[in-house]
């Protein structure tokens, strides 16, 4: 098993890597089990066992960060991986693990589902539920893990474990192919883009699961909640707006967008402070941009006091930004 050295290893805000692995023949019980620690580092921590005409057999996995979200692309020989409860770390934040099926069979379950994977099929599990994965042939996986928060902060409802979206679901067969090629490019995007990317995924994944279980008005206010958060996300940097201009873009009344916020116990400026404080929380631990001032970083997430930032950020977060920042540069 060899890591490609030409891309360099970037330490996420969770823990987590993202590197590159090509595994050229696995014979052996280590090469085994390095490559179940490079699946359950990148994915979720579990128990992996060749099937069959495995071993022998190469595979590749491609993890990319993309703001909050990991992005793993995985081309494996058939294998089976049961995750525990003993597996699982507890302090390890829960996450959303959405697998999105491109080449294979795949069967996966957990609690009381149990389901056939086919191309263009997605499945949403829960980190912190035990599950296992069968795979009886060669497969290839685009697996987004989410952190648990990062939904909650979107005002997106998920279940923890959700039903088969089939590929017959337009919506699910969209994300399949877009996450299948945006695998190739994530390892090279880079900076703030890769934010932009990580809320685009979250609104379509989410499109794809609502598909088939909201009725037109519920639809509408959805696809209405997007558009507003997808602007809001385009302008997080600019001070000054605010949930008359959102409505004022999107032809509609003012209260009546406040209504479809409040469906997700959200106002329009509290989605957008923590918006703000998300992605200043996300600058501060990234040891890329060390050599920015914490102020710096506030003000270009669209903060214009100073003071005003330290407090929200503090109510937030229940720590200063700076003792956040020197925290992170000491763990490192």
Partial sequence: MRLDQKRTPVLCQYGRFAFYASVLG???????????????RAVQPGRLEPLGSARGSGGDLQVSALGELMLVDV????????????????????????????RGTT???????SVNLEPGDIFVRDSTQPSQVHSSTPLHQVIVRIPTPVIDAAGVSWPGSAPLVSRTNPAASAATAYLSELAKSAPAI?????????????????AALDYDRKDDNELKADVLYR???S??????????????????????SDRYLQKVFSRRDQSVARFIWEQRLQRCRADLLNPNLAHRRVIDIAFSWGFSD????????RKRYNIRPSDLRRLSSESS
């Avoid at 069967?107 to 589902?113: A, E, F, G, V, W």
Wanted: with cysteine; glycine share 4%; net charge positive.
């Fill in 26 to 40: 696995m014979q052996s019980s280590s090469e085994w089990r390095n490559w179940s620690e490079l699946l359950g």
């Fill in 75 to 102: 081309h494996a020989p058939p294998q089976k991986v049961n995750h525990t409860s003993a597996d699982t770390d507890p302090s390890e934040q829960s996450a959303f693990i959405i697998t999105a099926h491109v």
């Fill in 107 to 113: 069967r996966i379950r957990q609690r009381s589902l």
């Fill in 190 to 206: 880079r900076g703030r883009m890769q934010q932009v990317i990580a809320d685009n995924v979250i609104v379509l994944l989410s």
């Fill in 227 to 229: 558009r507003a958060c």
């Fill in 231 to 252: 602007y809001i996300l385009r302008r997080l940097s600019d001070s000054t707006i605010t949930a008359q201009a959102v409505a004022s873009h999107l032809h509609v």
């Fill in 306 to 313: 100073s003071g005003h930032f330290s407090r929200a950020f």
